[in-house]
Nanobody, 115 residues
């Protein structure tokens, strides 16, 4: 059973920064794609950023220039650096690892940005 655990969320003022981490219980080299999603209250879960096994990245428009997704294969970890945070970035952030046959979700980490 693959486990995926997020951490790094918290309360920050607008303009501040956070770094989210997502650790897998297995090597991440076997995953085709890893991504961060977020879900705000009353809204659908949305893709924030993704990174493929080849290192290609993709970002939601509002995240471009502010958020950076990266990976550390040796630590089985994917990161999401959040900079210049805005109140509208407030949400639960989830990581998602896509394998050959299954996708795995973490339990989420809360990010709250105060104005």
């Amino acid at each position: 059973q693959v486990q995926v655990v997020e951490s790094g969320g918290g309360l920050v003022q607008a303009g501040g920064s956070l770094r989210l981490s997502c650790v897998a219980s297995v090597s991440i080299l076997g995953f085709n794609e890893m991504a961060w999603y977020r879900q705000a209250p009353g809204q659908q879960r949305e893709l924030v950023a993704s990174i493929t096994s080849s290192g290609r990245t993709n970002y939601k428009d509002s995240a471009k220039g502010r958020f950076t997704i990266s990976r550390d294969n040796a630590k089985n970890t994917v990161y999401l650096a959040l900079n210049s945070l805005k109140p509208e970035d407030t949400a639960i952030y989830y990581c998602n690892f896509v394998g050959v046959r299954m996708a795995y979700w973490g339990q989420g980490t809360q990010v709250t940005v105060s104005s």
